[in-house]
Structure formats: structure tokens, C-alpha cells
């Protein structure tokens, strides 16, 4: 059994607005992350056009996609009002990044020659220039993360997610949900998660109405959680994790947060002008 965090008053949640954890003065942004990968992307594109390899583009093997830029956690409030209205609710990235180079899509696939460059499986080249260690995606990532983080907070903030869905506050919360859900003729569902990432509506394009089922499935999913305070109990027991994870690694998040910050002014240095 976990050992469970003491915690206070439980708030009744019933908006949308952010709530603060102790691990976000310590977290990374999304932008900066994608600021990172995008400048990490021109580096080695720069590299790989120093090996001879001419035609490569920053985009020729993307190593990230819009998708890695989305907050997750297992449980947001859903405004039933609105979820009856448009089903479940779809967060966007942060906003874009420009593409280096000024493309959308690379005008040519690679050349296996040109993969193995990239990823240092070859150290030949057309030029006298040796392919470097982890091929030009290796010196891409060290030209930005040019100093080791002692600890990732995100990964810290994983941890509080999955110990906070093992605790027994959080189960009976779960269990209030499914006994709502089987009073609204929905007893086939028995995870809000699982359920919130249903192919039916997850795979609906963006701008794409949501037909009457979701919309129905939405409505009383956002309901039942609200009427057993399934976010409110989820995050207060979330935050009660990650104070205790803060406590315990608080000298290497204030190290990451001090290295993290120079692999971002690194990024910056390495996009500007292009």
C-alpha cells in the first residue's frame, strides 16, 4: 500500500481555470520545449549541409510533431453545459513555432547515404569533414542541450499523476463516477480516461462537429464528474504528491530549472536570423 499524503479541505471545481501544482515553477513550458527541438533541428540541418549533404532541410526527419506540445493530465473539468453542446472538449498545442528553413514539408525524401549522416551511422561524407559522434542529429541536440539536467520535472510531475491514481481517495471517486454513469444507463465505462480518448472522438477532425453520441456520452461523463468533484479530488491529491516530491528534490529543481534555462537561450541563439 502507498503511503498517502496528508491533505486539506477538498475545493468543489467547477470551472476550466488552471490550478496551480508546486512542480510549475520548476516546469518547463511547452514553447520552450518546441523552441529547443526546433533550433536543435536547424543545428543539425546546418551540420548536415557542412557534411556536402546540400539539399537537406530542417525538416527532412522531423524528430517532433505538433502533438508532443499538448499539457496532459488524466482528469480536466468538462463544462457539461458545453460538452452537451460539442462534445468533448479539444485543447490545441501552443501556438506554432515557424518551420526552419521556411518549409512545411521537405521537397525530397532522404537518401539512406543522408539518413545515416543524420543518425551517424556512416562517417563518410562528400566533403573531408568526419561525420560527428550521433551524427548530426547528436551535434544538433549538443550545440542547445549543451549540460546534463540532474532531474526532469516533468518526468517528477508523471510520477505524482500514476502515485495519485493508486490512492484510495481517488479510487472512490472513480468508483462515485462509475456508480453515476451506471444510474445514466452508461455502465459499459468504467474508466473516464480510457473513455475521453475514444477513437470515435478522438479521431474527429478539428472543426468537425461531434455527432449525438458523443455529445450525449460527453454530457453525462462531464456531469458525473462534477457531481462526485472527480477533478477536485484528483488534483488536491495530485498537488499533496508533487509538494512531497518538491520537498525531496528541491536542490536539483533549482539546478534543472537554472541548466534548462541556458538550453533555451541556446535555442534562441542558434534560430535567430534564419
Not at 468543489?12 to 508546486?22: F, L, R, V
Request: hydrophobic share 35%; proline share 5%.
Amino acid at each position: 500500500m502507498i503511503d498517502e499524503p496528508v491533505v486539506g479541505e477538498i475545493p468543489k471545481i467547477s470551472d476550466s481555470g488552471k490550478i496551480p501544482m508546486p512542480l510549475d515553477p520548476y516546469t518547463s513550458s511547452m514553447m520552450d520545449l518546441k523552441t529547443i527541438d526546433v533550433a536543435q533541428e536547424a543545428a543539425a540541418a546546418d551540420c548536415m549541409r557542412a557534411l556536402g549533404h546540400t539539399g537537406w532541410t530542417a525538416n527532412m526527419l522531423r524528430t517532433w510533431d505538433e502533438e508532443s506540445y499538448k499539457e496532459f493530465d488524466f482528469f480536466e473539468y468538462i463544462n457539461p453545459e458545453e460538452a452537451a453542446r460539442s462534445g468533448y472538449p479539444r485543447p490545441p498545442a501552443e501556438s506554432t513555432l515557424r518551420v526552419t528553413d521556411g518549409e512545411k514539408a521537405p521537397k525530397k525524401s532522404p537518401t539512406s547515404r543522408e539518413v545515416e549522416a543524420f543518425e551517424g551511422i556512416r562517417t563518410g561524407t562528400t566533403t573531408d569533414r568526419a561525420v560527428p559522434e550521433g551524427g548530426c542529429l547528436g551535434e544538433g541536440q549538443r550545440k542547445v542541450r549543451d549540460e546534463a539536467l540532474p532531474i526532469d520535472a516533468r518526468s517528477l510531475a508523471a510520477d505524482a499523476r500514476k502515485s495519485a491514481m493508486q490512492d484510495s481517495r481517488v479510487k472512490a471517486a472513480l468508483d462515485s463516477w462509475r456508480s453515476c454513469m451506471r444510474k445514466n444507463g452508461l455502465q459499459q465505462h468504467q474508466d473516464p480516461v480510457i473513455l475521453r480518448l475514444n477513437f470515435l472522438w478522438v479521431s474527429r477532425k478539428a472543426g468537425t462537429p461531434a455527432d449525438d453520441r458523443e455529445r450525449q456520452t460527453a454530457a453525462v461523463d462531464a456531469r458525473c464528474q462534477q457531481e462526485v468533484n472527480l477533478v477536485g479530488v484528483y488534483k488536491t491529491v495530485r498537488a499533496a504528491y508533487e509538494a512531497r516530491l518538491v520537498d525531496a528534490n528541491k536542490s536539483k529543481l533549482i539546478q534543472k530549472k537554472a541548466i534548462f534555462e541556458g538550453w533555451v537561450r541556446n535555442a534562441e541563439s542558434v534560430l535567430a536570423g534564419r
